[in-house]
């Protein structure tokens, strides 16, 4: 498991590039092909933060083993309060519940700052314990889209997964 969840920081940072350049170079949970270096990942991690965007790691002796953040799903003002969710855990800590960790508690960080929908984009060939710990978390599948990446010499379908947050749809957001 994890001893704790928490904000990351830049200090932090060459573990996630690390756990996300496995992600990138051995499977199809992204579909980037090569692997952003340290200073990419600072830029991107800069922006969401300031964003208002939660960034969060799962720490177990001191050391990263998963991290997940939100960011926005599109960059249109009428998508500002639908989020997309990424997570990543490192090869080693799978299968313990660290994902579940990261995702209960960027859903409540997510709600915080008056998100109503979290939207998850999955490579379905390359991701089913991905499509089962978001189902498990309230997640239902609203579509696939067939064959729209290549990668690793497949086509390779994403389904898309959407939870309400918060109040949902009951009421205008305050998320400017």
Known sequence: MTDA?????????????????????????????????????????????????????????????????????????????????????????RGGGVGRALLEALITACERIDCRTMVAVIAE???????????GLGFRPVGTLVGVGYKHGHWLDVTLMQRPLGPGRGTPPTRT
Not at 5 to 23: F, H, K, N, V
Not at 28 to 50: C, G, I, K, N, Q
Not at 125 to 135: F, I, K, T, V, W
Request: glycine letters at 4%; charged letters at 20%.
């Open 125 to 135: 060939s390359g991701s089913p314990a991905s499509a089962a710990l978001h189902a």
């Open 5 to 93: 969840i928490r904000p990351a920081s830049e200090a932090d940072l060459p573990a996630i590039t690390a756990i996300y350049r496995d992600a990138v170079t051995t499977s199809t949970a992204s579909f980037e092909t090569e692997p952003p270096t340290l200073d990419e990942m600072t830029r991107r991690f800069a922006v969401l933060r300031e964003g208002g965007f939660p960034y969060l790691v799962a720490v177990d002796n001191d050391a990263v083993i998963g991290y997940a953040y939100a960011g926005p799903y599109h960059q249109r003002a009428a998508y500002r309060s639908t989020v997309e969710d990424s997570i990543y855990v490192a090869r080693t800590a």
